[in-house]
């Protein structure tokens, strides 16, 4: 890690490697990784002595179900868990949050900071796009929000 902080990516990655650390692509290597995950942590009794890293959010996806799936079969999570609901974002720049093209139906938003009469932290469900943006039934109450950042309509 030292090596990748001061911007030396490809001796950071021989150092992964040479510590055997890195695994090329092969059939099956998210079971592997899961596998790892178990020894490395008492069969999955100490999370906290293993942090797993996937390249893509479909890799993280799949990993994690793997190990969720270990765990099950280790009577560590219940075989019947709750399923909650998990807004990813899109990690949008500034310029594509502005541009209402960007937007469709059914799509949560969550503002990180007061906007147009919203507060930091409201979410809404986009129920039409127009001119601005159109956030509309909020988690309890309806409101609205243009994409210029004017006005809040209850």
């Known amino acids: ?32 990784a899961a596998e790892d995950y178990f020894r490395l ?23 994690t179900e793997e190990i969720r799936s270990g765990l099950k079969q280790r009577g560590l999570l219940p075989a019947e868990g709750v399923r909650l609901a998990v807004h990813e974002s899109f990690r949008w720049t500034v ?16 503002f990180n900071q007061p906007m147009g009469g919203w507060q930091g932290g409201e979410s809404g469900t986009v129920q039409r796009v127009e001119a601005g943006v159109r956030v509309g039934e909020s988690f309890g109450w309806t409101g609205a929000a243009c994409a210029d950042g004017t006005g809040r309509e209850i």
């Open 41 to 63: 942590t008492d069969e999955g009794k100490k999370p906290e002595q293993c942090l797993v890293v996937s390249p893509t959010w479909d890799e993280n996806h799949r990993l």
């Open 1 to 32: 890690m030292c090596k990748w902080l001061r911007g030396d990516a490809k001796g950071g990655m021989e150092a992964l490697d040479a510590m055997g650390w890195i695994k090329e692509e092969e059939a099956g290597y998210l079971k592997s």
């Open 95 to 110: 310029q594509q949050k502005q541009n209402p093209n960007n937007y469709q139906f059914g799509q949560i938003v969550t």
